[in-house]
């Protein structure tokens, strides 16, 4: 059975960072693709990051130059360091996994950001 547990997340002042984590468990994970989303109450859940089995990352618009999502495929951890948060960055970020057509999802982790 698949399994995501994400950490890092907390209250952190406007300019600071945190660093997300997202344990894998149960799967190839060197082999796939996996993704950071985020959510805000009452909107869409957003694509925020993604890096695929080779190491190539893509990032939404209001997070580039900002967020670096890179893995360790020794830890089946992904990671999502992100610096220069801004209030708008306050989310729930969610770690998403999709090996052979499955889709997984972690738990979830608050991420608030103060200004």
């Known amino acids: 059975q698949v399994q995501l547990v994400e950490s890092g997340g907390g209250l952190v002042q406007a300019g600071g960072s945190l660093r997300l984590s997202c344990a894998v468990s149960?799967?190839?994970?060197?082999?796939?693709?996996i993704a950071w989303y985020r959510q805000v109450p009452g909107k869409q859940r957003e694509l925020v990051a993604r890096?695929?089995?080779?190491?190539?990352?893509s990032y939404a618009d209001s997070v580039k130059g900002r967020f670096t999502i890179s893995r360790d495929n020794a830890k089946n951890t992904v990671y999502l360091q992100m610096n220069s948060l801004k209030p708008e960055d306050t989310a729930v970020y969610y770690c998403n996994f999709r090996p052979l057509g499955y889709n997984y999802w972690g738990q979830g982790t608050q991420v608030t950001v103060s200004s």
């Open positions: 149960g799967s190839t994970f060197s082999s796939n693709a």
């Open positions: 890096i695929s089995s080779a190491g190539s990352t």
